[in-house]
């Protein structure tokens, strides 16, 4: 077995058990659960027991994520979404706050990181607020739980009567470049879910697609995954968990077995949170993205009828893939997603579901296999299976390409995407592999046209699949590449360009901070008289003058000099041109 680590810090310094215990239930005691309006309006404690309420009646509810760049403006938009659909005869259970990335880190290291377009929460006034402008439950996720700021986070949502608090997984894959605190978030991530579970009704959020099971080629991997994260939220930790997922599942029965499969592993049965919409199927024709909302939508309207879990089903926006949805937009969706509702009870009787469920003993035949070998090869590298911080921080030290490597249960196999084959790809991989041959065909010969000639890609965020499809183009032509993965920093960009002499830096950025990343990477070129030059692809948009939705920032960026014409078709074309006009 050859492991690398990606150590971070010293693990085994952790405190042990027993004194996190101590200090946790000591704070606990000053922490109240907050009220909501919706827990006002429901006579409810916690959204758990509204949801198993709504699972024995048979009502479905429904979930938005929601999160302008201030509270003003959210405030007033989630008051629109509420009253248009109550106005409409419509309804929303739920809103998923989505904070900003600066929220993941105390605040005195937040001037470290660009803003992005997320909510910030400025005052405990703010925080406070969040379940007391409508009857509808705020959710917490990103940012909150698995970041360095995870403590403080957690104790402000719970005071605000936010009763599931996300998100296991981010803990893996959510990066903060410049902002190294490893061991600070591993402690209060495991703080964290140790008070979450110090509460009657609380659950804690893990969204799959957004951790390991987003960089997992296999599904039975990412089944073998979620019992990881279950044994150590709740059998270590004593919290309880629900999965979410749903991002990256084009398959719309392929959501319906993933799901049943989620729902088999749910030892304590507690209520999911939401199942997220299918965002792969999105792109810049918002006709067929209605389609792609109505597909994921019905789907899974279809197994809460079968099987009620509590997830509440989600309405993604059309122009989510575009930029930040308007509140109307939301609106917009949801009156779809109530169509698919009520048409999903003549589709359940009709389902096999038989085949569903031997379909999901495959996945948990194959990923209890994983787990236990998961288990085994850290016990083999001296890690205390016992000590969930230990855990965490050897796991994401290891990452997930190694795990699925060494204890994945495929078949081994040459020039693959990884050294196994994967038993049920994941939708991504099919996806993946497909627009890859796609892009390839519409490009026609390529062979040794970038022979000799190195190439520098990365993202700025955790979406790295554009940047993938880019690689093996420039790849096929011949190039060295200098893959540098997500969340990479305009310094680390300069300091292999300055080792490489690379002259050509291909960046995928999907989360809001185009012109800044862009502009910081151009003043690092021209102060080191660097002669190389930036390709941005993505979402080439940004929040710009306080304005509370992202903008396209596309002609800012070409004015910096940077080539953002965001076509794969023409990347070959881009780095031939750029190395002909090199120094």
Known sequence: MDIKFNKRFEWKDLPDMDTMRREVDAAAKDITVGETLFFKEHGVKSENE?????????????????????????????????????KRGSHITRFGFICDWVMGVPKEYRHKLPKGTGLCLETPEEWAALGQVVPVQPHLSDHMIGCPNAWENTVYALKAGATSVGNVSHYFTYEYPGVDLEYDRTWNSMKAFYLMGKFEGTVVHSNIDDGFGNQFTDLISTTGWAIMERYIVEELLGARLSHAYGNLFSDPMGRIIMHNTMQRLNKYKTPGTMIFGNTVDYGLDLERNFGALSSFSLADAIFQRHCPTGH?????????????????????????????IEKSKFMEPYIDWAKIEAETDVYLAGGNLFFERMMNGLEDLGVDTKHPGQMMAALKAIGPKQLEDNFGVGAREKDGLRERMPVRPTDMTKTLISKKSVALGRIGDIEKRLEGKKVIVGTTDIHDYGKE???????????????????????????????????????????????????????????????????????????LDGGSLA?????????????????????????????????
């Not at 993965?485 to 995928?508: R, W």
């Open 469 to 543: 499809i880019v690689k093996t183009i420039v790849a096929k032509a011949g190039a060295t590449i200098f893959d540098l993965g997500t969340y990479v920093t305009p310094d680390e960009l300069i300091e292999t360009v300055l080792e490489t002499e690379a002259k050509v830096i291909v960046i995928s950025t999907y989360n809001g901070i185009a012109l800044t990343y862009a502009k910081e990477v151009v003043e690092k070129i021209k102060k080191d008289d660097l002669d190389v030059k930036l390709v941005m692809g993505g979402l080439i948009n940004e929040n």
């Open 551 to 583: 903008e396209d920032v596309t002609l800012q960026v070409k004015d910096l000099g940077v080539n953002c014409d965001n076509n794969m078709d023409l990347i070959v074309d881009i780095i031939e041109k750029i190395y002909s006009e090199a120094r």
């Open 312 to 340: 509440s089903v989600a309405s993604v926006p059309v122009t989510e893939a575009i930029r930040v949805p308007t509140a109307q937009e939301i609106v917009d969706g949801h009156l779809c997603v109530d169509m698919m």
């Open 50 to 86: 509204y949801k198993l309420k709504c699972m024995k009646k048979g009502e479905l509810t429904k979930h938005s994520h929601v999160g302008w760049n201030s509270w003003d403006e959210t405030a007033k938009n989630i008051k629109f979404i509420y009253d248009e659909l109550k």
